[in-house]
């Protein structure tokens, strides 16, 4: 079975010029194209979350599968290579209409096909070298690198928004409530408070307000005091 196998990136993009390109590459060698494969995704996105990667688990060996060029099977080098592997695994024979690249069970296709991979390995080698000089020079620049624990940035704002805490402990709200309006955890106000002696004291404060409030309520006629 000889399938094509077309591929836009967005919803705008018409696969027709890559049909009729396919369509003549077969012609040219007296072959009819049994079957189109068509889907809008991204070059970058894994063949296996695509239509392309149910294709590849169908097709049996001596099928042929063409593409108008090598960059439809995917963007990045290393999935181009792992997808050519499969092919070969399979006895898949792929055709690329643009490059007239050639990938089959010949002697030759899998020295292209060592080439490929030599050219991925290059790739890979030579992007985690600049991550790690990037990640060098930010260091000696003195930036603090890796995540900071999730407690941090809440932490800060409670920082930030001292005064506007102690203002709601004196309207008597909730210790509970201050941590739901800020969305951290009372572990990380407990951890606040005891940090800062004017945020302890507003605590205390209303505490000993409440404890006052309690009291008055418990000697006030008809609620059980005396």
């Known amino acids: 079975m000889i ?4 591929r836009v990136s967005t919803g705008k993009q018409n696969p027709a010029n890559q049909q009729d390109e396919i369509r003549r ?9 049994d079957h189109w494969v068509t889907e809008v995704a991204s070059g970058r996105k894994n063949e296996r979350d695509r239509k392309l990667g149910a294709l590849l688990r169908r097709m049996k060996p001596g099928d042929t599968l063409i593409v108008t060029e ?8 290393t999935d181009v290579m792992a997808i050519m592997g499969k092919c070969l695994k399979k006895r898949i024979n ?20 060592f080439a490929f991979g030599l050219v991925a390995e290059i790739e890979r080698n030579l992007i985690s070298m600049r ?12 930036m603090v690198l ?3 624990k999730g407690s941090y940035t809440k932490y800060n704002v409670l920082i930030e928004n001292r005064a506007a805490v102690i203002r709601m402990l004196g309207q008597g709200h909730s210790i509970t409530h201050i941590c739901s309006f800020y969305g951290l955890s009372r572990d990380t106000f407990d951890k ?27 000697g006030a006629p008809g609620t059980g005091g005396e």
């Open 25 to 33: 590459f077969a012609e040219s060698r007296n072959w009819i194209v």
């Open 70 to 77: 090598i960059s439809r099977l995917s963007r990045t080098l």
């Open 131 to 142: 991550t790690k000089e990037a990640l060098a020079l930010r260091r000696a620049e003195g």
């Open 3 to 6: 399938t094509g196998y077309l």
């Open 94 to 113: 792929l055709f690329t209409t643009k490059e007239g690249y050639t990938f089959d069970n010949s002697i030759n296709s899998k020295v292209l096909c």
């Open 192 to 218: 606040f408070r005891r940090s800062y002696p004017s945020i302890q004291q507003a605590v205390l404060k209303k505490e000993a307000r409440r404890k006052r409030l309690l009291e008055e309520l418990r």
């Open 146 to 148: 890796g995540r900071r």
